[in-house]
């Protein structure tokens, strides 16, 4: 968040003019008005505690929202140099070495104390908890130094200081305390709240919630008598515990620097003074059991041996001992992290998964951060203490996690993705399944069945606990696996044809290579039937006439029907559009332009009707285009853009390729014209690809309604135009002085397998100004968007002084007129008739 100050030496300022500058970049959910406040904190960083405080009595910033977290935490532990080269905070030098200091440090926790019992009662705005323990931290530490346990007192610590610091650290360090007993009274509520909970959605909120009041109440412990002494360390293992317990582990290695970033910084003087506490007094460790687990509450007694593990060690931090319950012979051994708060049973978490488990692929696939409460099974695994999504979940700990799920009486079997993968030397080996049908979908065996079930691939969503296989409800396919055929459930009788297929292969090699790859493309159908008295053969179904019904949904799932065919008027088998209404797929795919273009189908009228030619339209593919040779231009289809293709219309009578309204459909026709040009007129527009890329680049369906919106996507959008711009600006060639010192000699670079009169010069500075357009509009709505310095050094290297320059060579006459720029787009390239003057008079 930004705070709206700027810092000359050690003084800063702030100014209103600043700050409102920087109000476009707040965050929706904070108020201007706290803003304001936020901002105004760090002008004057004498003062900055000062005006701390007024915020936290006058009630002007609520601190609920997370930047207003990090903007506070920025201003408790600022450091700067002083003239000795030294780093301090000087913000803090009123509390560290002034004498009047003391009234200053009773407000800070008046003040703190009034916030916190305001909050008490709604554990929903843990992050006031969180911004007045970081507080109260920072005032600890510059007025008290380190206690120590080796000194002849608790006390003796702070005997050197006056009556009047005494006072002021008690106090402090009993609001601290207060602090911490907040803490725990919130994870007691929210753990009730997360039993009372019945979505899944709320109860991952609530865990989360858990982690972060927990560790929040961590900090509230520092290495001091005051802060932590013998009966502390059941409520530091405790909560440390619980935060671990509820975060996930991209949580534990991410999220959570906010909390984790000061426990971290003096984490070693607490794990020395957890070692001097647990050796001076080992039941605490039993205080904890009794706190954390059920099996030590639940029992009138036992016995325990706590013994640390190899000091100075990897594991130092670890203490473990034999658990034995009062009047039983068996035992159990029982771990504790005394600094990272894993609590072990066995070798086994007591409350949460394994980390081998939830760091795992499949877990993460499936369940992605969610943690929940487990126990162990009594067979070496998990199973989870209350209904997930309507169902128990049961776990194993494996080289691959194996997970099973209990719903309605019904045990089904996950089945890892990979087991779908097959092993092979050869560079084109697939699976027989769509690719789609094994990144989409999650796989489920049960125990008294030969089916496997194809469900959705996470667990909060809405049709994965309907799952019901006797009613084919959460179901999308069902592979049997004695006959090895997979059915459609939403429609009955039909089946998937697997890419093995001599059919799948046809269809795909024939016709639909040209929009996609072949684990991309669905076929299904229905299985022959025999029919009638004469042994004649017809598949069945309502829709008689439809052999097999193609999907695309990489395409936006578009849907093409197989029909039969009249051999009297038809030469095969028409493919019909359902998308479409009355078009079909042309037999023939050349229509006059875009010569060697290997992808984009054609769509037509039914062959042999009146209207084959009426209407014809072209579905291109959208995705980066290679050149590699004049006869070759192919489209990356196994990596689409957004959107993944783009429709456009032959209108005959106009001679055009006709694009449609979006103006990023334009831009990528003109690539398609320039990458495919020749040096000849295409038959179908009566001109060269690359005049009629021109002809596009320059028309104000390029260049007009740049933004039709102020939403936040608008950038997302242009910045997927500009990828385009960036392609067709390559097309033009790169001029750079060879060797770059003496500027003597020129190296031009053409692009691969282009005609020199194709690679026009124009292409670069046409893409460099719509550039300039659109990052001009931008700045209207108070947004920019910075181009890769990839894409940047390339246009410079084809819109530079030797790329100006080639643009009034006496070769430019050979091109075609209609590809040079026009007089308002040659102005902004040269500028005005004197800098022409130098151009033509050789001196650039």
């Known amino acids: 968040m930004c705070a709206g100050g700027s810092t000359t030496k050690t003084r800063c300022f702030a100014t209103n003019q600043r700050l409102t500058e920087t109000k476009k970049v707040a965050s929706a959910n904070i108020p201007l008005t706290e803003f304001e406040a936020i901002g105004m904190l760090r002008a004057g960083h004498r003062l900055q505690i000062e005006r701390f405080l007024e915020c936290m009595s006058q009630r002007s910033v609520s601190f609920r929202e997370k930047d207003v977290v990090t903007a506070s935490m920025a201003l408790f532990w600022q450091v700067a140099p002083n003239s000795t080269g030294m780093w301090y905070r000087d913000a803090w030098s009123r509390i560290a070495n002034s004498a009047d200091a003391n009234d200053l440090v009773l407000d800070c926790a008046r003040h703190a104390q009034e916030l916190l019992e305001n909050a008490r009662e709604n554990?929903?705005?843990?992050?006031?908890?969180?911004?007045?323990?970081?507080?109260?931290?920072?005032?600890?530490?510059?007025?008290?130094?380190?206690?120590?346990?080796?000194?002849?007192?608790?006390?003796?610590?702070s005997t050197s200081q006056t009556p009047q610091v005494q006072r002021a650290q008690h106090e402090v360090a009993r609001v601290l305390r207060f602090s911490r007993k907040i803490a725990k009274e919130w994870v007691k509520k929210i753990g009730e709240a997360t039993d009372r909970c019945t979505q899944e959605a709320g109860t991952q909120k609530l865990l989360a919630k858990t982690a972060a009041v927990a560790s929040t109440g961590v900090l509230t412990f520092m290495d001091h008598d005051l802060l932590m002494m013998h009966d502390d360390v059941a409520d530091f293992l405790h909560l440390r515990a619980v935060a671990h317990d509820n975060q996930s582990v991209k949580e534990l290695r991410q999220h959570t620097w906010q909390r984790q970033h000061h426990f971290h910084a003096d984490a070693e003087n607490l794990l020395q003074r957890n070692h001097r506490l647990i050796q001076d007094t080992p039941t605490c460790l039993d205080n904890f059991l009794q706190l954390h687990w059920g099996g030590a509450l639940n029992t009138s007694g036992f016995r325990t041996n706590w013994q640390r593990h190899r000091k100075g060690a990897a594991s130092d931090s670890w203490y473990h001992s034999e658990f034995v319950r009062e009047g039983s012979s068996q035992s159990c051994k029982v771990e504790i992290d005394v600094l990272g708060g894993l609590f072990l049973i066995d070798g086994k978490p007591c409350r949460r998964l394994p980390e081998s488990i939830t760091s795992h692929a499949v877990y993460d696939r499936l369940f992605g951060p969610s943690v929940f409460a487990v126990e162990p099974d009594g067979r070496g695994g998990y199973i989870t203490k209350s209904n997930v999504q309507g169902a128990t979940f049961v776990f194993r700990d494996g080289k691959i996690p194996e997970i099973e799920e209990v719903r309605n009486g019904v045990c089904s079997i996950l089945v890892p993705d990979s087991c779908f993968k097959i092993i092979s030397n050869e560079p084109q080996s697939t699976n027989d399944f769509p690719r789609t049908f094994i990144q989409d979908y999650s796989h489920w065996i049960t125990r008294d069945s030969a089916m496997l079930y194809f469900r959705p691939k996470s667990y909060a969503a809405d049709k994965f606990k309907s799952f019901d296989p006797a009613q084919d409800l959460g179901i999308e396919y069902v592979l049997d696996l004695e006959t090895r055929m997979t059915r459609v459930v939403q429609k009955n009788g039909w089946f998937l044809v697997d890419i093995a297929n001599h059919t799948?292969?046809?269809?795909?090699?024939?016709?639909?290579h040209r929009v996609c790859v072949q684990p991309d493309l669905h076929v299904f159908a229905q299985p022959l039937k025999c029919l009638g008295v004469n042994g004649s053969q017809h598949f069945g179904g309502e829709r008689n006439s439809v052999l097999a019904e193609v999907r695309l949904p990489r395409l936006q799932n578009l849907r093409f029907d197989l029909l039969k065919f009249d051999s009297l008027i038809q030469s095969s088998n028409p493919i019909r559009a359902t998308d479409y209404r009355d078009l079909c797929v042309a037999a023939n795919q050349n229509f006059g332009t875009l010569y060697g273009l290997q992808h984009g189908l054609l769509l037509e009228g039914p062959e042999g009707s009146h209207r084959q030619y009426e209407k014809r339209v072209l579905l291109m593919p959208h995705g980066k285009t290679k050149r590699i040779s004049r006869e070759k231009i192919v489209i990356d289809v196994d990596n689409l853009r957004e959107p993944a293709f783009f429709k456009y219309e032959l209108r005959d009578e106009l001679q055009e390729v006709h694009p449609p309204k979006p103006r990023h459909a334009t831009t990528y026709l003109s690539l398609l014209h320039a990458i495919t040009s020749g040096l000849f007129p295409d038959p179908f527009l009566g001109c060269t690809g690359t005049q009629k890329s021109i002809s596009l680049l320059q028309s104000g369906r390029c260049c007009g309604n740049l933004i039709t919106s102020m939403e936040d996507d608008v950038i997302?959008?242009?910045?997927?135009?500009?990828?385009?711009?960036?392609?067709?600006?390559?097309i033009s060639p790169a001029r750079n002085f060879y060797p770059p010192n003496l500027e003597v000699m020129e190296v031009v670079e053409w692009p691969s397998s282009f005609e020199p009169l194709c690679a026009h010069n124009s292409f670069a500075f046409l893409a460099m100004q719509r550039m300039d357009d659109m990052s001009n509009t931008l700045k209207l709505i108070c947004k920019t968007h910075k181009i890769p310095d990839v894409q940047k050094e390339a246009i410079q290297k084809r819109t530079g002084h030797l790329s100006k320059r080639?643009?009034?060579?006496?070769?430019?006459?050979?091109?075609?007129?209609?590809?040079?720029?026009?007089?308002?787009?040659?102005?902004?390239?040269?500028?005005?008739?004197?800098?022409?003057?130098?151009?033509?008079?050789g001196r650039g």
């Open 123 to 157: 554990w929903d705005g843990h992050n006031v908890l969180l911004v007045v323990t970081l507080f109260l931290r920072a005032v600890f530490e510059h007025i008290v130094p380190s206690g120590s346990l080796e000194e002849e007192s608790p006390g003796a610590s």
């Open 504 to 512: 799948h292969k046809t269809l795909f090699k024939n016709i639909f």
């Open 806 to 841: 080639a643009m009034l060579t006496s070769s430019l006459p050979l091109y075609p007129m209609d590809c040079n720029l026009d007089d308002e787009e040659f102005s902004r390239v040269f500028g005005n008739d004197d800098v022409l003057c130098e151009w033509t008079g």
């Open 716 to 730: 997302e959008i242009l910045a997927r135009e500009v990828i385009t711009l960036a392609d067709i600006a390559n």
